[in-house]
């Protein structure tokens, strides 16, 4: 097949979904106001979280008829041809979503029925049940094959597993998000008053204005959001792939301290980037100082705002692309671009024809990937955003005040999720793509492009100054961490350090007087539990896929990615909004922390559980079945070795993020529950910048004390690693994270 | 082979200490307090707590509309024992939805007038901790090298000069930020504030997440002037930035920061301690120590030399009932960010 054919098959798959998108949206939108209407009834304490559970009842009553309807059309005679088990489990998951938005908008009735009235809980119980028991059978059931009465005891244990992993997604994303939609409709008007309330708080002037290219007035949050994020993405690609070129050629020394420079981005919050930077570039920055003092350039605002902002995302994100197409050009065999050579190619010919058609998937797929990444940022915004307004800080200001129970909550959130979900099909639709450095066999000798001169030059400056400002950054926030007040040509002191992390030996022990030690253990024992939960969740989930056959297994896998393409400070708004009212207890909230971060990183799991899964060899497993042992001893002595390596390195990443998360877990956090990121942001915030900046230290010290310690415990070579050993591992981590995206997960 | 094995062993130790760590904390006596001063008052009022009573005490800083908002979403299971200062409109509103209990100190004939009033106000539901001024922080070097005159009136702010000048906090997000408007209001009227906002909005270089942080981005350098706290710039004074404070000419309103105590918190007994030993002397004469030079609300707490007295001739009464109510509040929020905040006013 030639390759326009392929593009334009994918073409037509990503417009399928995209509508498939849209008409699920309205399928369930416009009928649930019609339902919303007939729920004026109640009215109580606060009208608005009333009206938002009625209008998720309305919801998930639309959602479970849609879901009865689409199964008996499945059994629709005349639909004999097609695929009715795809349609069967479709209906399933429609129906789930019913019921547990049916039973989530039971739980204000429920706190207020006493134990008589057991109809308010045993039926959206009974409900929840039903629809998971369907959704089951609908994975239960193999294609092509007639369901045998007697299948075998494992495989329903799969079915069983891959039906509960379904449920958990959607009652923990699908229903956040329901709730979120559910406030940008029903302000407590009536049905068909909400709709058009809502339609026109979607696309108001607060979000969709243009003044600023226009002229006469700013731009609305999404256009400034989406304008920033195709910046960022389309900047930091280029860098990292322009980094890429020239590092690819050069000698080990350079690749190992560029892998150096460019990991520090990513055990670092994205907002101390932009910290950092604005001590360098703000108007009392250093480097404007040092050009007002020298150059006399008077020194401006210009960095709170929109280009500092953008600036630190691009700092903050291009890693990912760097290594992307790094590893994109150190799989290009030599043997090619020898016979280019050979047949006259000149280096501008060879870049041309052989090395960016080999840099453009990857180079795709990181910048999308860096697109969501720069609009879930709510750090960066909050810190140095001046008076930019971009989605994910509205949904944090709106939903920290008490316009929280309103549109102005749900209309961002709802945005924010939109557009991840539609640049998710797009980055499915690159990823698919056959690479075409696949199709070449693999030589043994990597292969060296020389760059025409301008570019090698161009490139060169550009490394340098990345190196220089990367440098700059940090060393800001290292040496402000020793000054006073945080400011560079402070006087030395530890009072940031002993203020955050003080300790007094008593007799008793260590007494911890420091105010940031609960946050710091707390984040330690958060990231340890996500990432652990998460690592083996991955390994378990792709194995379950791998019995519960294909069509299911690329189902659930499709379905898994387009859930954790949601930005991350759109479940901890959803989070709050679906679980807060229920009221937690300590541990509760705990665990909707752990569980914010366990599922911004399952994603990454899932994936490095199919790279796990693949490298596991079937003939030695059913060879040690033969041989007489029992399957915990294969799973003991075969799988764990060859699993080890792989697990270790995604709890690793995983932990990495999860320390560094702020979105997730910023709206959740509480009285006795605040993570590493809150805790930081809340200094900055209210100008302690020194203590911001102690803790920036001390959190890259504890992310690299914990993952050596593991390292040292689980890793094959038990002794510390050199750096170029840590920095090729994370860079393998991170291309395998992000490569293929989940959909490899199915293959 | 040895360098291996003690490598290990460290490890396990490290990891050993993480899983101990943790747990290891945990006390019989314990109070959660939301602090919604500055930070190192808070760190202070924990360490003098705890080193005094032994009670483990648990702090969360947030603003004060943050902290509202968290005891809104905590109804059911309050995690709070103690709200300690922030604003006083929040306070009064949680006492108005019932989120605070009633409560009459033993000192409460101590207490200010002001503070006692506070407490009426809301039904002893809330008490008054402390009291600050609200006023305009600039930094003389940059005004001299913007070649202006330094800002006397709440009009001068509005200025063409004054252009990407002035930080405020964030009304949807600090206490400071909402005063700010409410007090507008009050001294202009409602459209006439939201005239002024509006105008004020093309001076605004950022609306910082919390209200101090307005005054320690003008200590840096990166904006000129910052409508805020006179406590807090006095703090900055201290600590020996260059930072100048004035009162308004149309007038200023005074915080009345205050103390409440969470209804349904598990710690009733030990909040009910730690809200005594806050309105005492003592832990009143503490807050000068972190620098927190606010108005003490305890009449026996001594005048400090330095300490500006309460001279009140700039000060307006601060309608703290009205603005207080959610119903207001909701409705100055909800047109602040429709017309001030908004992409059509820029």
């Given at each position: 097949m030639s390759e326009t054919l392929i593009m334009r098959e994918h073409l037509l798959s990503l417009h399928f979904r995209l509508l498939g998108l849209l008409a699920g949206w309205l399928a369930v939108a416009l009928p649930a106001h019609a339902v919303a209407g007939l729920h004026q009834a109640v009215a109580d304490v606060t009208p608005e979280i009333q009206a938002m559970f009625r209008a998720l009842g309305s919801l998930g009553e639309v959602a479970l008829g849609g879901g009865l309807l689409v199964a008996a059309l499945s059994f629709w005679p005349h639909w004999h041809g097609t695929d009715r088990p795809a349609w069967q489990r479709f209906a399933a998951v429609f129906g789930l979503f019913g019921a547990a938005a049916i039973f989530l908008a039971g739980i204000p009735a429920m706190q207020r029925a006493t134990d008589m009235e057991p109809g308010v809980h045993g039926v959206p119980s009974l409900l929840l049940l039903i629809a998971m028991f369907v959704l089951f059978l609908a994975i239960h059931r193999k294609e092509g094959e007639p369901r045998h009465v007697d299948a075998s005891r494992a495989e329903t244990g799969f079915a069983l597993v891959a039906s509960g992993w379904i449920a958990f997604l959607v009652i923990l994303v699908a229903v956040p998000i329901a709730c979120a939609w559910s406030l940008v409709w029903n302000r407590g008007g009536s049905g068909w008053g909400g709709l058009f309330g809502g339609l026109e708080s979607l696309v108001s002037a607060r979000y969709w204005s243009l003044g600023c290219l226009a002229g006469g007035g700013a731009c609305g949050s999404a256009v400034n959001s989406i304008v920033l994020g195709m910046l960022v993405a389309t900047l930091a690609g280029l860098l990292g792939a322009a980094l890429a070129l020239f590092v690819h050629r050069a000698g080990s020394a350079v690749r190992r301290s560029v892998a150096v420079l460019a990991c520090l981005p990513m055990i670092t919050p994205p907002f101390l980037v932009g910290f950092g930077l604005a001590q360098l570039f703000?108007?009392?920055?250093l480097v404007s100082l040092m050009l007002e003092t020298v150059f006399g350039v008077t020194s401006t605002r210009w960095f709170f705002g929109g280009y500092g902002v953008a600036m630190a995302q691009i700092f903050a994100f291009f890693p990912l692309a760097y290594f992307m197409a790094l590893h994109a050009l150190d799989s290009l065999g030599r043997a090619q671009i020898d016979a280019a050579k050979y047949l006259g190619a000149s280096n501008a010919d060879v870049l041309r024809t052989l090395v960016f058609p080999v840099l453009r998937d990857p180079l795709a797929v990181a910048m999308l990937v860096i697109f969501v990444e720069s609009l879930s940022d709510v750090g960066n915004p909050l810190v140095i955003g001046g008076k930019l307004r971009v989605l994910p800080a509205e949904l944090f200001y709106s939903s920290s005040?008490?316009?929280?129970?309103?549109a102005m909550t749900g209309v961002p959130a709802l945005l924010l999720v939109v557009i991840a979900l539609a640049m998710t099909a797009l980055k499915d639709n690159v990823a698919r793509r056959p690479a075409i450095s696949e199709m070449e066999a693999p030589s043994g000798e990597p292969g060296r492009c020389d760059l025409p001169r301008t570019l090698s030059w161009l490139s060169g400056v550009l490394l340098v100054a990345t190196a220089l400002v990367l440098i700059g950054v940090y060393a800001a926030i290292g040496v402000g961490a020793f000054s006073e007040g945080g400011k560079v040509f402070a006087p030395f002191t530890l009072d940031n350090f002993s203020r955050g992390f003080g300790f007094t030996l008593t007799a008793g022990g260590i007494e911890l007087t420091g105010s940031a030690w609960d946050s710091l253990l707390a984040s330690l024992w958060c990231a340890l539990l996500a990432s652990l939960a998460g690592g083996a969740a991955g390994m378990l989930m792709v194995w379950t896929l791998g019995k519960v056959g294909k069509p299911s297994a690329r189902f659930v896998g499709n379905l898994s990615s387009y859930f954790f393409s949601i930005p991350s400070v759109v479940i901890g708004a959803g989070f709050m909004l679906a679980f807060g009212s229920l009221g937690f207890s300590e541990l509760g909230a705990w665990f909707m922390i752990v569980l914010a971060i366990l599922i911004r990183n399952l994603s990454i799991c899932l994936r490095f559980g199919a790279i796990a899964m693949s490298r596991l060899d079937r003939a030695q497993i059913e060879m040690s079945g033969l041989l007489g042992a029992s399957s915990a001893t294969t799973f003991l002595r075969v799988a764990t070795p060859t699993l080890r390596p792989v697990f270790v390195v995604c709890v690793a990443y995983g932990f990495i993020r999860s320390m560094t998360t702020l979105g997730s877990v910023l709206l959740l956090s509480s009285a006795e529950n605040q993570v590493a990121t809150t805790f930081m942001i809340d200094r900055i915030g209210i100008g302690e910048f020194g203590v911001g900046m102690a803790y920036g230290v001390v959190l890259a010290g504890c992310i690299a004390a914990v993952l050596s310690g593991g390292w040292l415990l689980m890793s094959a070579h038990r002794h510390l690693p050199g750096w170029g050993q840590v920095m090729a591992d994370l860079k393998a981590a991170i291309v395998l994270a992000e490569k293929n995206g989940v959909r490899g997960v199915a293959r | 082979m040895g360098g291996k094995r003690v490598s290990r062993l460290v490890a396990a130790v490290f990891l050993g200490w993480l899983v101990v760590a943790g747990p290891v904390c945990a006390q019989t006596r314990r109070i959660n307090v939301i602090c919604s001063v500055q930070i190192e008052w808070c760190e202070l009022v924990k360490k003098a707590y705890q080193q005094a009573t032994g009670v483990r005490m648990a702090v969360i800083h947030r603003s004060s509309i943050e902290a509202l908002a968290l005891l809104m979403a905590e109804r059911k299971n309050p995690r709070t024992d103690v709200w300690f200062g922030g604003t006083g409109d929040p306070h009064l509103q949680a006492a108005e939805q019932g989120l605070t209990v009633a409560y009459r100190s033993r000192q409460f004939d101590d207490l200010q007038p002001w503070a006692q009033a506070q407490a009426k106000r809301g039904a002893f539901r809330t008490v008054g901790l402390y009291s600050g001024a609200l006023g305009i922080a600039y930094n003389p070097e940059q005004i001299r090298r913007l070649g202006v005159e330094a800002p006397r009136c709440w009009r001068d702010l509005v200025r063409p000069e004054f252009e990407r000048q002035v930080m405020m906090g964030n009304p949807t997000s600090s206490g400071t930020g909402y005063l700010i408007l409410s007090a507008l209001t009050q001294l202009f009227g409602e459209d006439g504030a939201f005239a002024y906002m509006k105008k004020l909005h093309r001076n605004v270089a950022q609306y910082t997440h919390g209200g101090r942080g307005s005054i320690e981005n003008v200590v840096r350098g990166e904006a000129s002037v910052a409508i805020g706290f006179m406590h807090d710039a006095i703090t900055a004074q201290e600590r020996g930035a260059k930072l100048a404070f004035t009162l308004p000419c149309e007038g200023a309103p005074a915080e009345i920061g205050s103390l409440s105590l969470v209804a349904g918190g598990a710690n009733a007994v030990e909040a009910r301690e730690f809200y005594e030993w806050a309105l005492s002397p003592e832990a009143q004469t503490l807050a000068r120590q972190a620098s927190a030079f606010q108005w003490s609300s305890n009449a026996r707490v001594s005048g400090v030399a330095g300490l500006p007295t309460a001279d009140m001739s700039g000060i307006i009464e601060y309608d703290h009932r009205r603005f207080g109510s959610s119903e207001v509040r909701k409705r100055l929020l909800t047109r602040w960010v429709n017309e001030v905040n908004a992409p059509g006013n820029e």
């Open positions: 703000g108007k009392a920055g005040s008490e316009l929280a129970a309103n | -």
